[in-house]
């Protein structure tokens, strides 16, 4: 099982991009699922979660501008991300929570990459 994001790149202040993120192989389950991001020298921040039956969260930074969602049937997860700002400028990684055989006694954890966000002013 991995986590594939794909979807960062260089935008202008105030437009958009849309991260998507892709869990490969066929686990018995995928349960949370979240966005975190990070900037060189800082803790990686937890920005959007979403749960298996689609109840999402958000950080008050990116609450109104951003919204997570999931495709439970296709193991994907996107982020859209609007009126981005140059603050949003950071690496973007996934995280899921994964059981990925029957005969495991837990789930595990599993990071995504990692894909760059760079926001001009």
């Known amino acids: 099982v991995q986590l594939q994001a794909s979807g960062g790149g260089l935008v202008q202040a105030g437009g958009s991009l849309r991260l998507s993120c892709v869990v490969s192989?066929?686990?018995?389950?995928?349960?949370?699922m979240a966005w975190y991001r990070q900037v060189p020298g800082k803790q990686r921040e937890l920005i959007a979660g979403?749960?298996?039956?689609?109840?999402?969260n958000y950080a008050e930074s990116v609450k109104g501008r951003f919204t997570v969602s999931r495709d439970n049937p296709k193991n994907t997860m996107s982020l859209q991300m609007n009126n981005l700002e140059p603050e949003d400028t950071a690496v973007y990684y996934c995280?899921?929570?994964?059981?990925?055989?029957?005969?495991?006694?837990?789930?595990?954890?599993?990071w995504g990459q990692g894909t760059q966000v760079t926001v001009s002013s």
């Open positions: 979403i749960t298996r039956y689609q109840i999402a």
């Open positions: 192989g066929s686990p018995v389950s995928v349960n949370g």
């Open positions: 995280w899921a929570n994964i059981w990925v055989k029957p005969e495991d006694a837990h789930s595990e954890d599993y």
